[in-house]
């Protein structure tokens, strides 16, 4: 085991949420380097990328483009996307696009050039496995993290005075099913696609109602005009996303004030009234062009987009070239049985537990009594006043902050937040220091 230098920040993960926050240290750096931030962050994958199992051609964004990772946190930032188009000299045409919401794959060359851009240290292809405090004197300034290097198999430790977690969440498959050659996540859905050996492919499965599972049908009909593709989801058709102005505010910046400050029943209430804003809810373009699809087969006496409504996957089986799934129309309780090259679960995910990752830390941090951990308004986990370290979650807040924990509306400004609340215990630690706050 090798040993690093301390850092102030040691980020978790580098996804949309911590590259923002390096573009927020970064940017601190630049402007006030009398209390400059040391930073490193760590990621499991051997490179940048964002959902790439996910980028189908023609994907768009669910979010404006000055939701980017820096906008409204600091619009004259060189990380805006605007700047990213001028860069690869696209602006002018990106203009006549008359578009808000940008593909899937340009927002990923986005991500991917402020990767790039960005001056913070990223170890790649490291995964963090544990935290202990560092006790000394009866408290624990320091924290030493644990990570995997996936090359070697070797692990390092790194000390910090701060932990950003943002490991972002994982893929949840239906707990009868289990991830095999035929049966995938959504979230493995490209790769494994191009594992299928299967040179013409007859039938495919999409279980689910939300946006990936439209667009996984939505591509699988487009890419391969010979096979059939059956869509098996338990309500009466797609629903559509309420993207509605009003609706909207409930990823403003400004409403994870209210949603915090919110009684318990309050924030639950909320987040029911606005799910249909993301949740197992379906872009109303995305909706009419299946349905258009659909309809005209039925015309032509060629129907090969398949709706297979109020219905469910009960089971699927390998056999030597196929699988066989078995789908219950819950209305009649009938089942049928299909014989398919693949069945995809486009079924959601679940939020990373934080303990998961923290190993003896855990103990030092406080619940909030629902088995949760206890997080203050700047996202920082409240604790043991023996762990003077901070320890902040950046994504899996979503039951004290709202609804954009796990999105990218409120990423600039969350980065924003956690920098200053690092900069101001920092400077309240280290009275040396004069006080500065992330713009
Ligand atoms: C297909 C798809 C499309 C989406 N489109 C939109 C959209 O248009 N608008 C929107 O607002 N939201 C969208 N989302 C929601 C999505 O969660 C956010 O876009 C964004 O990815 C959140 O960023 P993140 O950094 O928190 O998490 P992630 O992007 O998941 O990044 C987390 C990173 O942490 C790494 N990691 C995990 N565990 C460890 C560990 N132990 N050690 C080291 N590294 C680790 C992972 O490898 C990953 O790179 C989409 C989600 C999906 C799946």
């Known amino acids: 085991m090798t040993s690093k230098r301390l850092v102030d920040l040691l980020g978790i993960g580098f996804g949309p949420s911590n590259l923002a926050l390096a573009i927020?240290?970064?940017?601190?750096n630049d402007s006030f380097g009398s209390t400059s931030v040391?930073?490193?962050?760590?990621?499991?994958?051997?490179?940048?990328?964002?959902?790439?199992?996910?980028?189908?051609?023609?994907?768009?964004?669910?979010?404006s483009f000055l939701k980017d990772l820096v906008t409204l946190r600091n619009p004259s930032s060189r990380f805006t996307f605007l700047q990213y188009l001028h860069?690869?000299?696209?602006?002018?045409?990106?203009?006549?696009?008359?578009?808000?919401?940008?593909?899937?794959?340009?927002?990923h060359d986005y991500l991917d050039w402020c990767a790039a851009e960005v001056t913070a240290p990223v170890d790649y292809?490291?995964?963090?496995?544990?935290?202990?405090?560092?006790?000394?004197?009866?408290?624990?300034?320091?924290?030493?993290?644990?990570?995997?290097?996936e090359s070697t198999g070797a692990l390092t430790t790194r000390l910090t005075r701060n932990l950003v977690i943002a490991p972002g969440l994982i893929p949840r498959l239906p707990a009868h099913l289990s991830a095999s050659a035929r049966i995938w996540h959504s979230s493995t859905f490209l790769d494994e696609l191009k594992q299928l050996k299967q040179d013409e492919p007859r039938r495919f499965v999409v279980l689910g109602a939300g946006q990936s599972a439209a667009e996984i049908t939505e591509h699988l009909h487009r890419t391969y005009p010979h096979a059939e593709v059956c869509a098996v989801l338990s309500r009466f058709g797609y629903s559509q996303a309420d993207d509605s102005p009003m609706a909207n505010r409930i990823f403003d910046p400004a409403t994870v004030d209210v949603f915090y400050s919110a009684p318990d029943e309050v924030k639950v209430a909320l987040g029911g009234y606005h799910a249909n804003t993301n949740y197992s809810v379906v872009d109303v373009a995305l909706i009419e062009e299946l349905y258009r699809r659909a309809y005209q087969e039925r015309v032509a006496g060629t129907s090969r987009l398949r709706l297979l409504n109020v219905s469910t996957v009960t089971s699927a089986q390998e056999r030597h070239d196929h699988l066989e799934v078995t789908v219950r129309n819950q209305a009649d309780g009938t089942s049928t049985v299909l014989a398919a090259d693949a069945l995809i679960c486009a079924t959601g995910y679940t939020a990373t537990d934080p303990l998961s990752l923290l190993g003896e830390v855990g103990p030092l941090l406080e619940s909030d009594g629902l088995g949760r951990l206890a997080v203050g308004r700047d996202y920082r986990v409240a604790s043991d006043p023996r762990l003077r370290a901070g320890i902040y979650l950046c994504g899996g807040t979503e039951h004290s902050h709202g609804i954009t924990s796990s999105l990218l509306s409120n990423t600039a400004v969350r980065a924003g937040e956690i920098l200053s609340s690092v900069i101001s215990r920092q400077a309240a630690q280290r009275p040396a220091m004069t006080e500065s706050a992330a713009r």
């Not at 051997?46 to 199992?53: A, K, L, N």
Request: a positive charge; glycine letters at 6%.
């Open 87 to 107: 860069k690869r000299e696209r602006l002018v045409d990106f203009i006549k696009h008359k578009c808000f919401y940008p593909s899937r794959l340009e927002f």
């Open 125 to 149: 292809g490291h995964t963090v496995v544990s935290a202990k405090p560092v006790m000394a004197g009866g408290v624990a300034e320091r924290l030493e993290v644990t990570a995997r290097d």
């Open 38 to 63: 040391s930073a490193n962050f760590l990621e499991k994958k051997q490179r940048f990328s964002w959902h790439p199992g996910m980028l189908l051609e023609g994907a768009t964004m669910q979010v």
């Open 24 to 28: 927020a240290v970064s940017e601190h």
